[in-house]
């Protein structure tokens, strides 16, 4: 098969490697599409590898055909499936702990598939289970609102009853938020988000910018408030005030997917194909498709993200 691997520069290259061989346990799929996250950058860049046992290079979510199954799985050859990977998705073919692989919602096509697992399991992981769950009245902050995580968390947030306040960086962006449900949107070139954060006191923050206006924002948490990191695109330093901390009993968590364990992701993608596929299904939970290349551009597919030009997700296709 054919995948988008490094060479010894760290550049793409579109090379001939040898197909996957499927254990015990494990799917085989033949991959239409695999979604591009933050994560691949980082892998670029040198600073993210994938973990030991997964392909070493980039993609963390697919969709496609089952190739081969366990005869005890629940997907079988044919079905078309989406799936949560620790690395190696920019490939013709891959293979998968089979609880990581799902059917994809009723209704949706390859390339809105592909764009589901990584950011859903994101999000539901942290605003349903380490956050312990949100409920009506809650305020929810989230920065890059308009990001594939940003859209998930925005919708997340709604359905379980929340305010939300969220930052973007554009009109276009900004319509498209408020379109989904966000209360206060503002643009952050323009706007200080502090005057709103005190006006309205998170409940809790799913953080992936970090950087110093974090720690102010932060010592106006609710008591009991969740705050929760998932990256620091904005910088890894801030001062907090740590009687904030015990003070409000304030839960500042650190939080990744990538590094769970297959049972951990298993049970997250089963909550979704439960609880949430049958809202997309109904259309009550949608994904945006920014940008659609072919795996061969997929450099022009990485500088979408990296110029933050993305309303979503940009997908790459293998078909």
Known sequence: MYAMIFDDKQNFVWSEVPDPVRKEGEVLIDVHAAAVNRADLMQKDGCYASPPDWPQWCGLE???????????????????????????????????PAGMVIPIPEGLSMIEAASLP?????????????????????VFYMQAGASGVGLAAIQFAKQMGAE?????????????VRRLGADYVLDYRKEDVRPVIEAHPPTVALDCIGGKLMGECFRNMVFGGRWIMIATMGG?????????????????IGSTLRSRTPEE????????????????????????IHAVFPI?????????????ENIGKVVLTMK
């Open 164 to 176: 939300v306040i969220t930052t973007i960086d554009s009109p276009e962006k900004a319509e498209f």
């Open 62 to 96: 697919v969709s496609g055909v089952v190739l081969e199954a366990p005869a005890d799985a629940a997907v079988k050859p044919g079905d078309k499936v989406c799936a949560l990977l620790g690395g190696g998705g920019y490939s013709q073919k891959v293979t998968v």
């Open 236 to 252: 890894a330093e801030t001062t907090i005030n740590l009687e904030t901390v015990w003070r409000k009993r304030i839960r500042l």
């Open 265 to 288: 992701k298993s049970n997250i993608l089963h909550a979704l194909q439960r609880e949430l596929w049958p809202l997309f299904t109904a259309r009550k939970l949608v994904t945006n």
């Open 296 to 308: 061969q551009q997929v450099n022009e597919a990485h500088g979408v993200l990296r110029r933050c």
């Open 118 to 138: 990584e950011v859903w399991c994101t999000v539901y992981l942290n605003l349903k289970q380490e956050a312990g769950g949100m409920k009506p009245g809650d």
